[in-house]
């Protein structure tokens, strides 16, 4: 019993048993999980598609930026010994011999005694050493007049004042957020070399799972999964290929991923994980000998599966395998803890975990001894003042997705702790 529901059965009787010697705690797993991935070679990507990815060298900047004199603010370019006496009492009235816009390529030098008007990104004219804003003028066109003496070099944005040719305007290291995909391409940068955002087939399993908005017929379910997991990669900065589901049929499942190698860089399943007859992930995985099945001392989220699909003839390493119970919140749960760091690796980032908080138990609950739990919680208040409160009544069982879908965070609570009581302080990973 593979699907959504069917496999809270099997996770909830494995629950209520005491944990098996061979479980590994969540902190081995992880370890387990996130030796066996690397980053993602750096590729050259356009600006257009560099967002959220790793840059995985230095920019320096092409040229001076800005690479000309300009005009801060829309006004006119003076000679300012021509304006010193200048003021509300005693205006000065000049020619204007030129008009400017941004993208000119005009270049009219001033005597003494001329101005011209100039927009914000001009040029700046030769023999120009000020610009008078035009609210300190009466926006004259033929002639201008102003009321007040400019400081010196006011309102000019210096060549090269951002940045010189050759300095370096980003590190290797920087997340490509849109501020310094736009640093780059003031730069002069076309191109960047950046690691790739993964590449992430989602695949739910179950005959009892449907699209959603299809008609169901008695014992089957919409597919939930695969949307949340898909998203869950998305917000993870990977790309997903959510496949939907399919049925509970070994040579199906087998040949779906047999034809995934070579195309994606990990693989996220959910259901078949278990211990129950239709666990079909575990039945055509395991025999392969390169992903490893076996409890985690966590809960939700006990039977988990890892490793890789079987290299190629040519000795190339096929995707990253990720096994999930197949419940929704187990489902979640494990993603966050185990799938998203690894994920972050291949991406080339540095910040593999979510961040986490102090906060109170605004309640008490009890937590299932020798397990790490992980609780759906919502938050209240700021600071040192922000209560926690489970998110659904049912606390952390596997199968609450109304729940789940009010969290912000997880309360995580230690495996030697059965019970967390009202006040007390707990660690919560934050999921927004």
């Not at 593999?352 to 138990?361: V, Y």
Request: hydrophobic residues 45%; negative net charge; proline residues 8%.
């Amino acid at each position: 019993m593979t699907g959504n529901t069917h496999e809270h059965t099997h996770e909830h009787d494995a629950d209520a048993c005491a944990v098996p010697v061979s479980a590994r705690s969540v902190a081995d797993q992880l370890s387990f999980v996130l030796a066996a991935v690397a980053p993602l070679p750096p590729v050259l990507v356009s600006l257009d598609e560099a967002l959220g990815l790793m840059l995985a060298e230095d920019v320096r900047s092409a040229t001076d930026t800005p690479p000309f004199d300009n005009s801060a603010m829309d006004g006119y370019a003076v000679r300012r010994a021509d304006l010193l006496q200048a003021s509300a009492e005693h205006p000065v009235t000049l020619p204007v011999v030129a008009d400017l816009a941004a993208g000119t390529s005009q270049n009219p030098h001033l005597e003494t005694g001329q101005v011209a008007r100039i927009m914000t990104g001009a040029p700046l004219p030769d023999g120009a050493d000020a610009v008078v804003p035009i609210e300190d003028t009466d926006q004259g066109i033929d002639t201008v007049t102003v009321v007040r003496a400019p400081q010196p070099a006011a309102h000019i944005r210096r060549a090269g004042e951002d940045a010189h040719a050759g300095d370096t305007v980003l590190t290797r290291g920087s997340v490509l957020w849109p501020t310094r995909v736009a640093a780059a391409a003031s730069a002069g940068t076309s191109s960047l070399r950046a690691h790739p955002a993964p590449r992430v087939a989602v695949i739910s399993t179950g005959s009892e799972l449907v699209t959603p908005g299809e008609p169901a017929r008695r014992g089957q379910i919409p597919d939930s999964n695969s949307y949340l997991l898909a998203s869950a990669v998305t917000a993870a900065g990977g790309v997903p290929i959510r496949l939907g589901a399919v049925p509970d049929d070994e040579n199906t499942l087998r040949s779906l991923l047999a034809s995934l190698a070579g195309t994606v860089d990990a693989i996220v399943l959910s259901g078949g994980v278990s211990v129950g007859a239709y666990d079909i992930v575990k039945a055509v995985l395991a025999p392969l000998g390169t992903v490893r099945f076996g409890p985690v001392k966590m809960q939700p989220g006990k039977p988990q599966g890892f490793g890789r699909w079987p290299a190629d003839d040519n000795a190339v390493e096929g995707p990253l395998i990720f096994a999930l119970p197949g419940n929704p919140v187990s489902a979640f749960v494990s993603f966050e803890v185990f799938v998203r760091p690894a994920l972050r690796r291949l991406g080339g980032h540095i910040d593999l975990f979510r961040p986490t908080i102090s906060a109170t138990a605004g309640e008490s609950w009890d937590s299932p001894p020798g397990r790490a739990q992980y609780m759906p919680v919502t938050l209240e208040g700021v600071g040192i003042r922000r209560v926690v409160r489970r998110s659904a009544a049912g606390g952390s069982g596997s199968h609450l997705v109304a729940g789940l879908a009010q969290a912000v965070g997880l309360a995580i609570v230690p495996e030697n702790v059965t019970r967390i009581a009202e006040g007390d302080r707990v660690t919560v990973m934050l999921l927004t």
